[in-house]
């Protein structure tokens, strides 16, 4: 249990990153706007051994989205605001809606970004 945060994030102060009963890993350059919320745990579902949320390298997060526990955010992607994201996204996608869908498939950025 717990957070681990990778390097040269942003991470707004009124963000939530609930970790009170299970694991949050964030990867390098990540940027989570106001009003965020980060689950890892839902009244709903029990938390098991090994379920993380995982936040991969250079995502950013839009004001008031939601990331329901366990799922996984690949690196490159963008989350719209007011997002629901209660399943993986791949990378390099732009997800917005809720529930969170993508909409869109970015271009792979320059080698210092992959």
């Given at each position: 249990?717990?957070?681990?945060?990778g390097k040269k994030c942003y991470i707004s102060l009124n963000a939530h990153i609930d970790v009170r009963r299970?694991?949050?890993?964030?990867?390098?350059?990540v940027s989570i706007s106001s009003g965020t919320y980060?689950?890892?745990?839902?009244g709903f579902v029990?938390?098991?051994e090994g379920n993380k949320t995982i936040i991969e390298d250079?995502?950013?997060i839009f004001v008031?989205?939601?990331v329901i526990p366990g799922v996984k955010i690949g690196k490159n992607s963008i989350i719209g605001a007011g997002s629901v994201v209660m399943k993986d996204i791949p990378p390099y996608s732009l997800a917005m809606g809720n529930?969170?869908?993508?909409?869109?498939?970015l271009d792979?950025?320059?080698?210092?970004n992959s």
């Open positions: 249990m717990g957070i681990s945060i299970g694991e949050i890993v964030i990867g390098d350059n980060i689950l890892s745990h839902a029990p938390v098991t250079y995502v950013r008031n989205a939601v529930p969170a869908r993508v909409v869109q498939q792979k950025p320059s080698k210092e």
